[in-house]
């Protein structure tokens, strides 16, 4: 059995990436459904909110899947770890932030650690903190990244050639290719944001599925370079208005203001591209259908294997 998902007790290699306060217990359950393991984001979301989250979960699948809790984002971490444990949710993703203090406690309570990091050395103390697993982001991925800005395809090689524990990339996959590619730079699975996002099953508003069926390779910008708080998301008028003002001086506080989940759940969720942002990674540019997850899970693994065995075959054709 391939070793991520040994780990994790899942029956494919693929992981729902958290998705801050949009998050949604009908996409949550229909990826550890269908094979993969979903991830409730608790974004800035409160203790209640999450645990509302957590049980609407439970009731939808009996499959494992996680929460996903930003540490220096998050208010509420340490409430939030204790619910994981009250309710028995099997893994916990810690990302924006050490994830070193609290990850003896989770695994007192038998709960599986998975680590978000976005460089080697991140990478390597995280895995020397006792995580078990680490998802290895590039900056083509959607919403907060890493200020380093590296890519998915040369980060993957050089944290698999640093740790021994299993590797997931993320960051600018979304079919079988990028999937079969993953594996083949070392990593043992993937998590996908934006693609999940282009599914039957997530309830965001259409206009924000639409946007990544018609999105060119040019289709998303990079916020809160000039304060040091990357953010990758869809273009649309609200997303210039915030460039523009960061060209003129913006302040940290008044970015972080303007970036808020209560910004993001107005793009998202309400469709309101004046008033709010959409979250997208640059794999919005692949994305030409709006499938049910099991068909988009079933068909990435059967096109992953078919090109890592057309790769082998011309390999050795060639030669």
């Known amino acids: ?50 645990e509302e989250r957590i049980v609407a979960t439970k009731q939808l699948t009996r499959k494992p899947f996680a929460i996903n809790v930003p540490i220096n984002v998050n208010p509420y971490t ?37 680590a978000v990091v976005a460089s080697v050395k991140h990478a390597s103390k995280a895995e ?48 079988g290719r990028g999937l079969a590619a993953a594996l083949m730079l070392g990593a043992s699975g993937v998590q996908m944001g934006t693609r999940f996002i282009a599914t039957q099953e997530m309830p965001v508003h259409k206009t924000y599925k639409q946007r990544l069926l018609d999105a060119t390779d040019v289709e998303t910008v990079i916020l809160g370079r000039s304060v040091g708080q990357v953010r990758r998301v869809l273009q649309s008028p609200y997303a210039s208005a915030l460039l523009a003002d960061e060209a003129n001086g913006i302040t940290l506080a008044d970015y972080q203001e303007r970036t808020s989940e209560t910004y993001h759940i107005k793009g998202a969720l309400e469709g309101n591209e004046q ?33 890592l065995n057309r790769t082998l075959l011309n390999t050795f054709q060639s030669q």
Not at 85 to 106: Q, Y
């Open 78 to 114: 340490k409430e939030l770890l204790q619910l994981a444990i009250a309710h028995k949710v099997p893994v916990v993703s810690l990302s924006a932030g050490n994830p070193a203090p609290f990850i003896e406690k989770l695994h007192a309570h038998h709960i599986c650690v998975i």
């Open 128 to 175: 020397q903190g006792g995580a078990d697993v680490l998802v290895v982001e590039g900056y083509e991925a959607a919403g907060i990244n890493s200020s380093l800005e590296l890519t998915t395809f040369t980060l993957i090689p050089q944290v698999v050639d640093a740790v021994s524990i299993p590797v997931v990339a993320a960051g600018g996959i979304g079919d």
């Open 1 to 50: 059995m391939n070793h991520l998902c040994s780990v994790l007790e899942i029956q494919y290699p693929i992981i729902q990436g958290g998705m801050g306060n949009i998050s949604s217990p009908i996409l949550v359950a229909a990826v550890s459904n269908a094979g993969g393991l979903g991830t409730i984001g608790c974004g800035t979301m409160t203790p209640a909110e999450v």
């Open 275 to 307: 008033g709010g942002f959409m979250n997208s990674g640059q794999i919005a540019g692949v994305i030409q259908d709006l499938p049910t997850v099991a068909t988009l899970i079933e068909k990435m693994m059967t096109d992953a294997q078919q090109c």
